[in-house]
């Protein structure tokens, strides 16, 4: 049973020493009763408070880091619905490389996925892993792939074998990688458990239902080993909806922790129209790690937007620094566009304002990440709050050009922007972004 905060802290040593980064105990307690803490924060936790709410302090999914130090960050979730707090650590994507593919196929695949980068909202997008999928029936050719794959990517690996031999022997060959091993059943665990130990690897588990799967990672924990990932047997997108949903649910509401780790999931159709719904509900419906069957940028792009969008915290908004941007290479006789430090709204407006051919500056008040007509609606994007700012920036000491273009969805501003900043002209630009080219060449370009 869950125990409140005021519980807790009758636990705590009560002497509000702030080293674990909280102003008192009780703050404390509440953040561990809430799932947003760990007690090990606290130096002088006693054996009893250790033995009582050590367990209790757990996220009810449980956290896994990947790769050589533990950067790729798996599980640590406290919520059904991202509404309700935010999700943490996002779904990894994983793409598969085959131990029967042709050499050349694998070398550009494997290169392919090492320099592939998205960049979005100022966030680079890479591919989190790679599968290494042994078909062949040759572990030879099996260990020689993931030793390749690890060794090009620096990633790390999913690696995916029916042989519990030759997983054991891939394990040793990328010790250190921090990678996972696909995956070990009822028949197969206690060997697979041994190498992943030994050789600091996670360790996904399958049984044919939630039964089996619940009796096995029961057993692993109770064996002392506890970097699992759960691998459902499931058959259509609609199960593998459902059993997300039941798994998650259980955990997070019924405190079962033998089902309280990440997934691994398989996207095996290369299909897109079959590939991409089924990749988009596994990002959609808590998955830990998603392996797609093929290098696709095109699937990839899509995956990875809507997963920043899921996992971006609802209550703070992806915003970027308050400043003067320079775009392109402007010169003190260039224009000022003003727009807003939500950083979507600021990588759209400064892209238009490449793409038409000048030269600007940005300025960017800040508006607590809101987009325009909402930090408009809110106050925090008026004209007395953008004069403010650019006095500020001393904008006047950077620029010569005395003009302001604003969006045009608040053109109601250019009347007090111009009174705050007596000498400057604004400008009402169009309402959308997607205008700004030909708005720029009708009322700059055309003058020069």
């Known amino acids: 049973m869950a125990l409140s905060g005021l519980q807790i802290q009758k636990l705590l040593p009560k002497t509000n020493c702030k080293e674990c980064g909280s102003n008192t105990c009780l703050a404390f307690a509440m953040k561990l009763a809430a799932k947003q803490a760990d007690l090990s924060l606290c130096p002088y936790a006693s054996d009893e408070a250790k033995r009582v709410l050590g367990a209790a302090s757990e996220p009810p999914v449980k956290a896994i880091g990947l790769g050589p130090q533990a950067a790729l960050k798996l599980g640590e979730e406290t919520v059904l619905y991202r509404h309700e707090k935010t999700f943490v650590h996002q779904t990894a994507l994983a793409v598969s490389v085959r131990d029967t593919d042709p050499p050349a196929v694998t070398e550009q695949t494997l290169r392919q996925i090492r320099d592939y980068v998205l960049e979005r909202v100022g966030e680079r997008l890479l591919v989190d892993m790679v599968c290494v999928h042994g078909t062949a029936g040759n572990a030879d050719a099996f260990v020689a792939l993931a030793k390749q794959a690890w060794e090009v990517t620096q ?267 007596p000498g400057w002209e604004v400008l009402v630009g169009p309402p959308e972004a997607g205008d700004l080219e030909s708005f720029v060449k009708a009322r700059f370009m055309a003058r020069a």
Not at 160 to 183: E, F, H, P, Q, W
Not at 255 to 264: E, H, Q, R
Not at 303 to 327: C, G, H, S
Request: aromatic letters at 6%.
């Open 155 to 421: 990633r790390p690996l999913v690696l995916r074998n029916a042989d519990a031999a030759a997983l054991v022997r891939a394990a040793a060959a990328v010790k250190g990688s921090g990678s996972v091993l696909a995956a070990a059943t009822a028949e197969t665990q206690a060997v697979l458990v041994a190498a992943a130990q030994a050789h600091g690897h996670a360790l996904a588990v399958s049984a044919p239902d939630l039964n089996g799967l619940v009796q096995l990672t029961a057993q692993i924990k109770q064996a002392g080993f506890n970097e699992l990932l759960l691998q459902f047997d499931t058959h259509s997108p609609a199960e593998r909806f459902q059993t997300n949903a039941i798994a998650r649910r259980a955990a997070l509401k019924d405190g079962c922790k033998a089902l309280g780790y990440p997934s691994l999931a398989f996207v095996d159709s290369t299909d897109p129209l079959a590939a991409t719904p089924a990749a988009v509900t596994e990002i959609a419906k808590y998955g830990g790690i998603c392996v797609l069957p093929v290098f696709d940028p095109a699937l990839l792009s899509v995956l990875m937007t809507l997963r920043l969008n899921l996992y971006t915290d609802p209550q703070k908004p992806i915003q970027v620094e308050p400043k003067l941007y320079a775009v392109g290479e402007p010169t003190p006789d260039s224009p000022v566009f003003v727009t807003t430090n939500f950083s979507l709204t600021y990588f759209i407006v400064s892209g238009e304002i490449e793409n038409s051919g000048i030269s600007a500056w940005l300025l960017v008040p800040e508006c607590e990440g809101m987009s325009v007509l909402t930090a408009w609606a809110a106050g925090k994007f008026s004209g007395a709050s953008i004069a403010k700012f650019a006095k500020q920036i001393d904008l006047e000491g950077q620029v010569r050009r005395r003009t302001l273009v604003i969006p045009g969805y608040v053109a109601q501003i250019s009347g007090d922007l111009e009174e705050c900043l």
